[in-house]
């Protein structure tokens, strides 16, 4: 088995090094941030966006706009959502999950219990991620209607949801504003960089000064918008891979829901984690993650990160080699 971690395309690796090569000319010129902005904005359907320099700056831009509250998952989010939050002195409140995926009935018990949510004319607003864990799809737009009934803004972290080949996640009908990170291993994969999109351009001028000081450079501009061609596809396929070993597993969490990587339940992730670690070296580096964790989940599990690998990998014999591979020590723990 030869797994590969996920880089960026040959494609966009040449027209990056083709902008570096030119640097100062180029930046002087910042002539590939337009096209790529544009771009962008065609992936998520809203009227405005603006490349940043990290996937953490776009939500510093958005967050800073809030007026009112900031609303997040209890699990299975971004733990930067409470980070940056807490640096603007932002009013946080948790609402309850199921393991992460947002339901009607959640957010209805997050306004029963917090009934001064809306209080001085704020306008709060919702964090969530594309994918709770990675592993499951939030419902986006039965979230979207719940948020457009009750005046609260939908922010959507979609670093691993952007060019959704089914057109739920990512997509400014749904979501205020979409957030995303552009490093590595992500979806645009680009080794650095990030944007923000929204169709209420109040948001931008409210955060003009941090737009300024979170800029991007061309090398990055160019990448984006190179790799935004590779994008949907690469997503499809780790789709698709990981619903297949999600089909050929026991103990698998949020098993019948799309995601692009595999949550184990265990009794002893430890070992499970430990053991799966050693088996998955991936050019020296990890697609396993150990429960309980924020960004996952809150119980003991161990995530298996297909989001983490070349597409190229994921041909059947390797996946039908991982899913030996998991079967054998699952039934050690």
Not at 266 to 277: A, D
Not at 310 to 331: G, P
Request: aromatic share 6%.
């Amino acid at each position: 088995m030869n797994l590969l971690y996920k880089k960026p395309s040959k494609e966009t690796k040449i027209a990056m090094t083709e902008v570096a090569e030119n640097f100062q000319l180029t930046e002087k010129e910042n002539s590939y941030l337009r096209e790529a902005e544009s771009k962008i904005i065609s992936k998520t359907n809203h009227l405005h966006g603006k490349i940043v320099n990290s996937g953490n700056a776009a939500i510093l831009v958005a967050m800073n706009a809030i007026k009112g509250p900031i609303l997040i998952p209890d699990q299975g989010a971004w733990h930067g959502f409470k980070q940056i939050a807490k640096f603007l002195n932002k009013e946080i409140i948790q609402f309850k999950t199921d393991l992460g995926l947002i339901s009607r009935e959640n957010l209805d018990e997050l306004l029963a219990s917090n009934k001064n949510i809306k209080s001085n004319n704020s306008e709060p607003a919702i964090f969530l991620t594309s994918f709770a864990a990675y592993s499951a799809e939030q419902p986006i737009a039965e979230i979207a209607n719940w948020c457009r009934e009750n005046n609260i803004l939908l922010v959507e972290d979609a670093s691993g949801g952007i060019t959704d080949p089914e057109k739920k996640l990512a997509n400014g009908f749904y979501s205020d504003i979409i957030v995303c990170s552009t490093n590595s291993p992500k979806v645009v994969n680009v080794g650095d960089g990030g944007f923000i999109t929204t169709s209420r351009l109040n948001i931008f001028e409210k955060s003009r000064l941090l737009l300024n000081i979170c800029k991007s450079n061309n090398i990055t501009n160019k990448g984006i918008f190179t790799e935004l061609d590779f994008s949907e596809n690469n997503l499809k396929k780790t789709i698709e891979a990981t619903v297949y070993i999600k089909n050929n597993l026991d103990n698998v969490i949020h098993q019948d829901k799309r995601g692009t990587n595999v949550l184990l339940a265990t009794k002893n992730p430890q070992s499970l984690f430990k053991n799966l670690k050693i088996n998955f070296d991936v050019e020296g580096k990890s697609i396993v993650t150990l429960c309980p964790n924020y960004n996952r989940i809150k119980q003991r599990a161990v995530a298996i990160e297909i989001k983490n690998l070349a597409t190229e990998s994921l041909i059947k014999e390797n996946l039908d080699e991982i899913i030996e591979i998991i079967k054998k020590y699952q039934s050690h723990f």
